[in-house]
């Protein structure tokens, strides 16, 4: 559905896109990740029309979005990071004007409105000047927009930007339903958001991408890998030596807290000693608090692989 090929940027001297390519297949979210400067927005505007490339291409559902520009717009719903809004126009009078942008029937545009409006919480307040609107809303109303042509195709840049903690669960909810209908391409900074929604992820650094796969298969290359959280009645110096000689153990970190030992215990990748760590603590008559197995997360990958690219720059610089 969208397909990038040796995709390029150039702004003067400074390259902000290497020649990244990617696809993503019909129904599927993509996570598209990157610190600030990577490359993201400029990826992403060069999708939507609003960038000409400096060389490669970019499709969306077969229409490059070069040559056959019309034909590509016409298939996405875009938000743009900082909405485009017209503030003295109220919600349901936008909606209107951008549906005739994408050559909507009168008919069209109201049975789409109703939908969108429904669907992105804005129904209680159709009527209501967008310029009144809190900023949360406008984002509501920005996501709206961009669903109302219904697109096989969203590229939503930051679309949880200044919702509250229930306004973002209730974006998460419809992000996910879109699945199968919608291919959705999702830049954000949540990263707690991606591994909740998306189905896949791209990171891309330094204008290059340098990491792809599902969030369960980046967060197994996180070098860290899973730990086991252990808090006990007992002498660190002892439930060092006891843990460390379980089978699988890489490093035991024991130290005194509040009269209680909290034991880090690192075990070799794949493995779950937590059976172990439990039988070695009844052995040693050991009273246990608490046993909590944490698994690395995608913010954890992220930090190292972006970390590493950074050092590869400043080392070839």
Not at 53 to 81: C, F, H, M, N
Not at 91 to 104: A, C, D, I, S, T
Request: with cysteine; proline share 5%; net charge neutral.
């Amino acid at each position: 559905m969208i397909e990038v090929q040796n995709l390029v940027k150039w702004y003067g001297p400074t390259l902000a896109v290497d020649d990244i390519s990617f696809s993503i297949p019909k129904g599927q979210i993509v996570g598209f990740l990157g610190p600030n400067g990577a490359g993201k927005t400029t990826t992403l505007r060069m999708l939507t029309g609003f960038l000409p490339p400096t060389s490669g291409t970019a499709r969306i559902d077969g229409s490059d979005v070069l040559t056959q520009a019309d034909a590509a717009r016409g298939k996405i719903g875009y938000l743009p990071e900082s909405t485009p809004l017209y503030l003295e126009m109220r919600v349901e009078e936008f909606l209107h004007y951008r549906g005739k942008l994408q050559h909507m029937t009168r008919q069209e545009r109201r049975a789409r409105i109703d939908i969108v409006c429904e669907r992105c919480g804005l129904s209680h307040i159709r009527r209501r000047l967008i310029g009144q609107l809190s900023k949360g809303n406008r984002q509501r109303v920005g996501l709206a927009q961009a669903l109302l042509h219904d697109p096989p195709v969203l590229i939503l840049d930051e679309p949880t930007a200044g919702l509250d903690p229930n306004q973002i669960g209730e974006v998460r909810k419809l992000i996910s339903e879109l699945r199968g209908k919608h291919t959705v391409l999702l830049s954000t900074h949540i990263l707690p958001e991606v591994e909740k929604t998306a189905d896949s992820v791209v990171i891309i650094a330094g204008g290059r991408i340098v990491a792809r796969g599902t969030p369960d298969e980046l967060r197994r290359k996180v070098s860290s890998g899973s730990r086991v959280l252990v808090e006990l009645q007992a002498e660190p110096a002892a439930v060092s030596a006891a843990f460390g000689a379980v089978p699988g153990v890489t490093l035991v970190d024991a130290v005194t807290h509040e009269g209680w030992c909290r034991a880090t215990v690192t075990p070799a990748q794949g493995l779950d000693v937590r059976e172990a760590l439990g039988r070695a603590a009844l052995q040693n008559s050991w009273p246990v608090r608490e046993m909590r197995h944490e698994i690395a997360t995608l913010e954890q990958y992220f930090i190292q692989i972006t970390a590493q690219q950074s050092q590869g720059a400043e080392d070839a610089a």
